[in-house]
């Protein structure tokens, strides 16, 4: 039998809820696929662990996490006791540097079920993918305060697009749009507004494409992009950005699709020289946290992508991945949903019902 091994970590607020759902529906899919997870879980990367050591995570992660074959992640964050910016930088934004995964997949989709906020909608309206750079760009602790305290401070934060980083969330993207059906490729810049790197970005985009013919192309400003993303939402099938612009537009779509609280995502290391990493879009909820309310399908579909990923589209893990969306699918349409879709189920009930699809599919 197959086995991989999985480091999970829950993280912090309703990253500790939705996971426990996660790991039924993807050990469900391992049992009825034939292959074997063998979960590892960490508390750290927590705000507890940060409040009893003072640190994110203890300083020999990278040893712990040796041999894994990917990591399972909640979310972290938990304002009131850490900076979001210690605490974050001090665990995912490590992952994803340290290990190089450097696309953030990011799929969005409407699906039957699901009461769309723009008006006229059908599933089918929206289903576009962003890629997201996702260890460079605007995300940087480049910078510093100067004259602090007196009314001539100065505070200059700078982002940084290598050429090398650019090209291969490029080249990535162009490939994911040629092996789809539109093969439409959106670029987002603000090559207006951001004159140096923005125009760059665009260069590269001509660059990269001259390899791909087959894949239409439109650059757009990220503001207008972001009205078309509400007004227009066919217009898209992949779209390509910068680690900042992919953030936002990751949550502006999933919003368009009803909520939040269904978007996955993975943030790869194509190479698979280092452990991949899948995660919800959203974060740790503070404000409904220790309800056992949260939607628990953005958690259960990354599991769903990370076990095609582990299994590189072999028959079993993309079976495994197509009946967890099934189920994901099935469960939207008849219900049980939860408060974010106008349900009144749980996390766990909703965990249960996609399991027990999964496992009877
Ligand atoms: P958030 O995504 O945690 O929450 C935003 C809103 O969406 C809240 O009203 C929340 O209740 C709702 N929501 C989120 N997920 C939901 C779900 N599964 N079901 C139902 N409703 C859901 O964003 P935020 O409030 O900006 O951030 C809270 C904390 O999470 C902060 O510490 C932030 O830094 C962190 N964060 C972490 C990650 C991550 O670990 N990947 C991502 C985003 C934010
Ligand atoms: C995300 C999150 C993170 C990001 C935060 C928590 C640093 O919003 O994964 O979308 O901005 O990348
Ligand atoms: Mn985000």
Known sequence: TPTFRIAVIPGDGIGKEVMPEGLRVVQAAAARFGFELDCRVFDW???DYYAAHGQMMPDDWKEQLKGVDALYFGAVGWPATVPDHVSLWGSLLKFRREFDQYINLRPVRLFEGVPCPLAGRKPGDIDYLV????????????GGVMYAGTEREIVI???VFSRHGTDRVLRFAYE???ARERRHLTVATKSNGIAISMPWWDGRADAIGLDYPEVTVDKQHIDILSARFVL???????????NLFGDILSDLGPATTGTIGLA???NLNPERRFPSLFEPVHGSAPDIYGQNIANPIAMIWSGALMLDF????QSAGRAAHDAILGAIEAVLRDGPRTRDLGGSANTTEVGIAIAERVSAS
């Not at 227009?232 to 910068?242: I, L, M, N």
């Not at 582990?310 to 589209?313: A, F, N, P, R, V």
């Open 45 to 47: 990367a927590s705000a």
């Open 131 to 142: 890629v997201r750079e996702n260890t460079e760009g605007e995300y940087t602790s480049l």
């Open 157 to 159: 934060q700078e982002s």
């Open 176 to 178: 994911t749009a040629r």
């Open 232 to 242: 227009q939402p066919t217009r898209f099938d992949v779209v390509v950005a910068s």
């Open 264 to 266: 996955p995502s993975a």
């Open 310 to 313: 582990l299994t590189q589209g």
